[in-house]
């Protein structure tokens, strides 16, 4: 699909000739490579799941952290009386 389309017998100038003397290297293409459509869905699919968890943990973590901090408040405010 992105490879390059040569032609098929290009032509050499008219002031250049050239008398093979051994037969020129045949080009192969290139494997091309199918990726089905579901594979595709599944790797969107897993990288939604995956950031939703990764800012799940983010706000367990600041809720903790916030929390933490409540917490300390409130015991420090109640050891100084």
Known sequence: MFLPKYPENPS?????VHTPTEAAPVRRPAPQ??????AVVALLVGGVVLTALLAAVAVSAISVAVA???L????????QR
């Open 12 to 16: 050499p100038p008219s002031a250049y």
């Open 68 to 70: 933490a901090v409540v």
């Open 72 to 79: 300390r408040s409130m015991l420090r405010d109640q050891r």
């Open 33 to 38: 490579i199918s990726i089905s459509t579901g």
